[in-house]
């Protein structure tokens, strides 16, 4: 949608950032909001100058990407995740385009569906910078009204599972 500006914010100094960008507009803002954030700090920051691997993560993804990250950094892999809220227009800083770049495998983490979802968006916005972008999202399937049938967002296992068949294949 034209003009309208997309962010996922989940920490209070995020929907700060985020308020204080509407009140400098004229254009609305949609928020993608998660109630696993409704109780949430600050998020403790996971930087590496120069990883192999590299997380950019959105909304409630981010909570399990530093899950997996205990697993991934026991594995002897350096990561790195950059918490992406900017989703329209999309943007990020120079050091995360950096970090972007020479990572060995780039995975981006979304909360949403996989297929046509942001993460698949992401990636093409990405994987000029570095071919190795992989997008995580949702499974291409109906949620149900069971636990069984529950379509959920990409645990961190599923991510240390990709992150291992990538270094395995």
């Not at 990561?79 to 329209?88: G, P, T």
């Not at 949702?138 to 069984?148: L, N, V």
Request: with cysteine; aromatic share 8%; hydrophobic share 40%.
């Amino acid at each position: 949608t034209p003009g309208i500006k997309v962010f996922a914010p989940m920490t209070p100094s995020e929907w700060i950032m985020v308020w204080i960008e509407y009140l400098a507009g004229d254009d609305p803002i949609y928020c993608s909001e998660s109630r696993l954030a409704f109780n949430l700090d600050e998020m403790e920051s996971c930087y590496n100058p120069d990883p192999d691997i590299c997380i950019v993560a959105v909304g409630p993804a981010r909570l399990a990407a530093r899950e997996a990250v205990k697993y991934i950094v026991d594995k002897g892999w350096s990561v790195s995740i950059i918490d992406q809220v900017n989703l329209k227009p999309f943007s990020m800083k120079p050091s995360e385009y950096a970090r972007i770049e020479t990572a060995k495998m780039v995975l981006v983490v979304d909360s949403d569906y996989q297929s046509c979802g942001i993460s698949e968006h992401i990636c093409c916005e990405l994987r000029s910078i570095n071919p190795n972008c992989i997008p995580l999202g949702m499974e291409d399937k109906t949620a149900g009204f069971g636990a069984s049938r529950d379509n959920k967002t990409p645990t961190a296992d599923k991510i240390v599972n990709l992150v291992r068949n990538f270094y395995e294949s």
